[in-house]
């Protein structure tokens, strides 16, 4: 069985690792796809592999970077860990802070566990299916978060990505009933961590995503229902690791 509190402290050893670049210059590389890498990234998925490892050797890791094991063998596998070592490079090099590390447990398509590390706030969020999502900051007693899932026909506060904004996104909600009154930006899964908090109603995401990007802020978001787990879009393990277009909190 895994442990949340050994993924925390995984979790937040990473997060050291990335602060030991944050403050100095970052030089940055990009990969085959142009997304930015950085040695903070490289760092931190060192850490969160050896962690994983330790405590958990017989447990397969998908990693943003390390290589993708072929879909005839994963596609098998009971459960697995899916990393995101530094979740929103692009807010790392900017130095706003909106950047997290990402480590989720899925079984059968679903994350059943989630921690999202925010290291420039030493903030945690985190879940499990059976205990529910929480939010801690620094050394302080966890606090259980929960939200009331969106009424449509209300308006609603939607989360929008500081760095992958659409212009036409208040038009396709207005299309489906939904009225936005404000729009909120962030970075990496904050966004998710967001909704789930109550601070906004719905993510709508129109643009492209990968799986280890959104697993473990889906877990924040899923056991954060005050009457249960919440639905969501996402499904893991998919052959090619990319999600479609989703609205997250907009029960259909």
């Not at 995101?84 to 989720?104: H, M, Q, R, S, W």
């Not at 090619?240 to 989703?246: A, I, M, P, R, T």
């Amino acid at each position: 069985m895994v442990d949340v509190k050994q993924i925390k402290e995984i979790a937040k050893r990473a997060g050291a690792k990335i602060l030991e670049h944050y403050h100095s210059d970052v030089s940055v590389n990009f990969k085959a796809d142009t997304s930015p890498l950085t040695q903070a990234d490289l760092d931190a998925h060192t850490e969160i592999i050896k962690g994983l490892q330790q405590y958990y050797p017989e447990i397969p890791v998908i990693s943003e970077e390390s290589k993708l094991p072929v879909f005839d063998e994963r596609k098998n596998w009971p459960q697995f860990f899916l990393v995101d070592p530094l979740d929103g490079t692009k807010e790392f090099i900017k130095k706003n802070g909106e950047f997290t590390v990402n480590i989720a447990l899925v079984k059968n398509s679903e994350p059943v566990l989630g921690v999202v590390y925010i290291p420039a706030e030493d903030l945690i969020y985190y879940a499990t299916e059976k205990e529910g999502a929480f939010k801690q900051k620094s050394s302080q007693p966890p606090v259980q978060i929960q939200h009331s899932p969106y009424v449509k026909g209300n308006s609603a506060k939607i989360m929008v990505s500081r760095s992958h904004g659409g212009s036409d996104t208040k038009e396709k909600l207005a299309a489906l009933g939904v009225n936005v009154s404000e729009e909120i930006p962030s970075g990496s899964s904050l966004k998710f961590c967001k909704v789930a908090e109550g601070t906004a109603d719905l993510y709508p995401r129109f643009g492209p995503t990968m799986e280890w990007d959104t697993a473990a802020a889906d877990a924040v978001f899923r056991y954060s229902g005050k009457n249960g787990a919440r639905k969501s879009p996402l499904k893991y393990n998919k052959p090619d690791l990319k999600n479609g277009e989703f609205i997250l909190g907009l029960d259909r």
